[in-house]
Nanobody, 126 residues
Framework: QVQLVESGGGSVQAGGSLRLSCQASGFASTSYSMGWFRQAPGKEREGVACIDFDGRAGYADSVKGRFTISKDNAKNTLYLQMNSLKPEDTAMYYC????????????????????RGKGTLVTISS
């Protein structure tokens, strides 16, 4: 049974940093693509960052240069390092996984991913 549990959300001021973590179980991160979605109130779900089974990463234009996705295969854990945070980054952030070997941000937005966690809230104040 695939499970994804996010942690690390919180409230910070603009310009600050947060690191989100996602503990995965029920599958090996070396064989799945994984990623992060976010959804702000009243807005559509947005693919933020993704990483292939072999570590190739992709980012939404809105976060390029500020966010970094990574994973620790030994710990089966996915991370999202978020720097230079802006008020518009405020959203619920969801970890996601898919048995596809490859994933892109565009594919995330169009097709979603098969599994998703319950989310962690990120609030950025100006």
């Amino acid at each position: 049974q695939v499970q994804l549990v996010e942690s690390g959300g919180g409230s910070v001021q603009a310009g600050g940093s947060l690191r989100l973590s996602c503990q995965a179980s029920g599958f090996a991160s070396t064989s799945y693509s994984m990623g992060w979605f976010r959804q702000a109130p009243g807005k559509e779900r947005e693919g933020v960052a993704c990483i292939d089974f072999d570590g190739r990463a992709g980012y939404a234009d809105s976060v390029k240069g500020r966010f970094t996705i990574s994973k620790d295969n030994a710990k089966n854990t996915l991370y999202l390092q978020m720097n230079s945070l802006k008020p518009e980054d405020t959203a619920m952030y969801y970890c996601a996984a898919d048995p596809s070997a490859r994933i892109t941000i565009a594919a995330m937005d169009i097709y979603g991913m098969d599994y998703r966690g319950k989310g962690t809230l990120v609030t950025i104040s100006s």
